[in-house]
């Protein structure tokens, strides 16, 4: 697994370093499945995006393998994948495998092989049927499967995913989760569901900023439930 | 949804689709010079038919282009009537005339070259650009996301329109515009977030 290590991290609101977003922060990510749990505006999405230097630290340092977020952003994110909550603004070419091929510019493959290979990625996750429709015109589920699919095209270690199954159905909360539970790779998963979060094997809640408990996903659960109901 | 078939790439074999992506671009260009220089609304109608001879040769289907050409349709109906009132008919019947076949040969384009196809063809040709610090692969994606963008902002737009129906707001414009301008520009950061987190626009 990845080494993800937040060092005396802060996060300050965007143009007013004033207001704290995420107070003062240490953690070290090693456990393959990490829930992050909490209320709307806790700053769950906050923590999430550090992980790959979509946020950077307003003091403090994050790094996953050593490599730093911000000096080595380019590289971190080669390693570390992040799905959306809302398939559509991840999902950026006209048809399926156009946007699969799309992650894959960056491995110089040619251009051929590009496409091959993309429809090859989509089958594996039965969408290879959908190779040439319009992403548009896909179910919401389709789409996350999509939009996972085009993170894991380029094989990363760590997938973080903010809320990945909010804007789906049952059947497809199950279908992304068994997924995101199934891969080989470490997976920060950030969500409202307290029962994907106790499969984890290790969960975080966080309360208006600041880490209010850490450990055991069942406890962890527990005491989100108890601070909720007090 | 609206399901324009601007940056909607749609697979085929006729000749449109076979003909390489740098003399296909080129002909758009050239094509849109002549119907700007050329006034007068015979010149018009020649290139508006043209376009849909194009259109029909492409085989990109009747009903699809119709539906992607509808907001494209009610702006040309607009702005000739205006001519219509102000000027008289010759000039109404250039102004939509000129819209329509522009349109109508971008869509072709559009539909049956591979986006990916495109980004080259761009990309190469601002290759010599380099040198002027510019990035030729960038410059290429931002072309392919914009065309992408049209359907998302037409999307946007007819929900906004809605939801200002649903509070009775719809005559007032901005119930329509601030929301508009806003959530484009929230989905630009997204899409924008997610070209970052996928390593795209990276090194
Ligand atoms: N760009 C910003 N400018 C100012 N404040 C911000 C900005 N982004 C986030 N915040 C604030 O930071 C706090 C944490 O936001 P964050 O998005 O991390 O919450 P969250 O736990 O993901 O919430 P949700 O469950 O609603 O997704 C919120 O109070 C939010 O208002
Ligand atoms: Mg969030």
Same mark, same amino acid.
Not at chain 1, 105 to 109: D, S
């Given at each position: 697994m990845a080494q993800i290590v937040l060092d005396g991290v802060t996060v300050t609101a965007p143009g007013d370093d004033?207001? @704290?977003? &995420?107070g003062e922060t240490s953690l070290r990510l090693t456990e393959r499945r990490i829930a992050l749990i909490g209320g709307n505006g806790s700053g769950k999405s906050t923590l999430a995006r550090l992980l790959n230097g979509l946020t950077a630290p307003a003091t403090g340092s994050v790094r996953v393998d050593d490599l730093d977020t911000v000096r080595d952003g380019a590289a971190v994110r080669r390693r570390v994948g992040f799905v959306f909550t809302d398939p559509d603004s991840q999902l950026v070419m006209p048809t399926c495998a156009e946007d699969v091929a799309l992650s894959l510019?960056? @491995?110089? &493959?040619p251009k051929a092989e590009r496409r091959e290979r993309a429809v090859e990625i989509l089958g594996t996750y039965g969408l290879a049927h959908l190779a040439?429709?319009?992403?548009?015109?896909?179910s919401g589920g389709q789409k996350q499967l999509l939009a996972v699919a085009g993170v894991l095209a380029t094989d990363p270690d760590v997938i973080v995913a903010d809320e990945p199954t909010t804007l789906l159905d049952l059947h497809n909360t199950r279908r992304i989760a068994d997924l995101l539970f199934g891969l080989r790779q470490q997976v920060v998963l950030v969500t409202h569901d307290l029962e994907l979060a106790t499969r984890c094997d290790r969960a975080l809640v966080i309360a208006g900023g600041v880490i209010a408990f850490d450990g055991d996903p069942a406890e962890a659960a527990a005491s989100y439930r108890e601070s909720v109901s007090r | 949804m609206t399901a324009s078939l601007l940056g909607m790439y749609r697979p085929g074999t006729t000749v449109v689709h076979r003909l390489a992506v740098g003399p296909k671009l080129a002909t758009l260009a050239a094509f849109a010079v002549a119907v700007t220089l050329l006034r007068g609304p015979w010149s018009a109608l020649c290139f508006l038919a043209a376009a849909v001879a194009v259109a029909l040769w492409a085989r990109i289907g009747v009903r699809a282009t119709a539906r992607a050409m509808r907001p494209i349709l009610f702006l040309a109906t607009v702005f000739a009537g205006f001519q219509l009132w102000r000027v008289g008919w010759p000039l109404a019947v250039e102004v939509a005339g000129d819209l329509l076949s522009l349109v109508l040969l971008a869509v072709v384009v559009t539909a049956t070259t591979p986006t990916d196809d495109v980004i080259d063809a761009i990309t190469r040709a601002c290759e010599p650009l380099r040198r002027f610090g510019v990035d030729p692969e960038r410059v290429g994606l931002a072309i392919a996301l914009m065309m992408r963008a049209v359907p998302d902002i037409l999307d946007i737009a007819s929900q906004t329109r809605d939801a200002a129906k649903a509070r009775g707001l719809e005559r007032d414009p901005r119930a329509l515009l601030v929301p508009l301008a806003l959530r484009t520009v929230a989905r630009a950061r997204a899409t924008g977030d997610a070209l970052a987190a996928r390593g795209i626009v990276d090194d």
């Open positions: 004033e207001t @704290t977003i &995420l510019r960056r @491995t110089r &493959l040439d429709v319009s992403v548009h015109s896909l | -």
